[in-house]
């Protein structure tokens, strides 16, 4: 049984997964009271499906890019209970997450998370042997600026507002806009993208694993 934490962003997620299915996931969004949310929802995720904390073997964290308190949160719960239980931690890209839940296609892929200020936090992928793969290092920048540099047909998916989506939907001929539920960052890929790493052994310490974050222009990490 693994478990996956993700509060990268006011929406935070929790499942219980075992390789062969999905056994409960939850998902919701936050008014940035992850403190006092995260660990409540996560016991009551267990207690409902019966699983005890010595059911656990693995458990995966969303490393971000992300809210720099939310994220710190999420790794402080994930290390201390993979120590207390002396389990695997695996850290997972948050991006990656995301890509995991869209089709591979011809396009190219922009995720986007929000990054405070009204401020978006965007990785650029292409699919290359039936997967998606990074292009670029991950930037921090505002809608309009992300609209801007769409210059060829470009899937776009992520956490977008209704206003960001009327800005990128502009550019209609050139954004083709995942749905708000095709966007919606599920806990149950995390579960599989750490399960595939544990598997193989790729494991991370917990005492150095940290969260990633991005530089703003006025030195400000997300």
């Known amino acids: 049984m693994l478990l996956a934490l993700d509060t990268s962003?006011?929406?935070?997620?929790?499942?219980?997964?075992?390789?062969?299915?999905?056994?409960?996931?939850?998902?919701?969004?936050?008014?940035?009271?992850?403190?006092?949310?995260?660990?409540?929802?996560?016991q009551d995720l267990?207690?409902?499906?019966?699983?005890?904390?010595?059911?656990?073997?693995?458990?995966?964290?969303?490393?971000?890019?992300?809210?720099?308190?939310?994220?710190?949160?999420?790794?402080?719960?994930?290390?201390g209970m993979a120590l207390a239980l002396k389990i695997p931690l695996i850290g997972i890209p948050t991006?990656?997450?995301?890509?995991?839940?869209?089709?591979?296609?011809?396009?190219?892929?922009?995720?986007?998370?929000?990054?405070?200020?009204?401020?978006?936090?965007v990785g650029w992928y292409q699919s290359k042997a039936h997967r998606w793969e990074s292009q670029s290092e991950p930037k921090v920048m505002s809608v309009e600026?992300?609209?801007?540099?769409?210059?060829?047909?470009?899937?776009?998916?992520?956490?977008?507002s209704a206003a960001e989506r009327v800005v990128l939907a502009r550019?209609?001929?050139?954004?083709?806009?995942?749905?708000?539920a095709a966007s919606l960052r599920r806990p149950s890929y995390l579960a599989e993208l750490a399960w595939k790493r544990w598997r193989t052994n790729k494991v991370d310490d917990p005492i150095r694993l940290a969260p990633i974050y991005l530089s703003t222009a006025e030195g400000v990490t997300v």
């Open 145 to 160: 600026e992300l609209a801007q540099t769409i210059e060829t047909p470009t899937l776009v998916c992520g956490e977008l």
């Open 9 to 42: 962003t006011q929406y935070a997620g929790v499942a219980l997964y075992e390789g062969a299915q999905v056994i409960a996931e939850s998902i919701w969004r936050t008014q940035n009271h992850h403190t006092v949310e995260v660990a409540p929802a996560l």
């Open 46 to 79: 267990m207690n409902r499906c019966g699983v005890r904390t010595a059911d656990l073997k693995a458990i995966g964290v969303a490393l971000g890019p992300g809210s720099f308190t939310s994220l710190r949160i999420g790794l402080a719960i994930a290390k």
């Open 171 to 180: 550019k209609r001929r050139l954004v083709v806009l995942a749905s708000p």
């Open 95 to 121: 991006f990656e997450i995301l890509t995991a839940a869209q089709p591979v296609q011809d396009l190219p892929l922009v995720v986007a998370l929000q990054a405070g200020r009204g401020r978006l936090a």
